[in-house]
């Protein structure tokens, strides 16, 4: 089994940043494709970015292109999502998880953190 645990969420100003971290454990995942999902309140859960397991390849919702970064540490067993120029359109609990290939589908991923919490206020 693995386990999946995200931190670095919180309360931003619209135009602001945060660095959402993924920590990994029980299991190594350098192998596999990392990604960050969001749900918001009331809406289904959807993609945001994904990154191979060498970091060679990444992919970005369009809404986030140009302002958000995935990045993997894979000696760390962490993933990180760099959040800029944050809008309040980005409110939502974001989750990290594993999956087998560069999918925008939620049910490519196998294991999911628990989420933490973003809210950007206007």
């Known amino acids: 089994q693995g386990l999946l645990e995200e931190s670095g969420g919180g309360l931003v100003q619209a135009g602001g940043s945060l660095r959402l971290s993924c920590a990994a454990s029980g299991r190594t995942f350098s192998t596999y494709v990392m990604g960050w999902f969001r749900q918001a309140p009331g809406k289904e859960r959807e993609f945001v970015a994904a990154?191979?397991?060498?970091?060679?390849?990444?992919s970005y919702q369009d809404s986030v292109k140009g302002r958000f970064t995935i990045s993997r540490d894979n000696a760390k067993n962490m993933a990180y999502l760099q959040m800029n120029s944050l809008n309040p359109e980005d409110t939502a609990v974001y989750y990290c998880a594993v999956g087998l290939g560069l999918s925008t589908n939620v049910r490519s991923y196998n294991y999911w953190g628990q989420g933490t919490q973003v809210t950007v206020s206007s």
């Open positions: 990154i191979t397991w060498s970091g060679g390849r990444s």
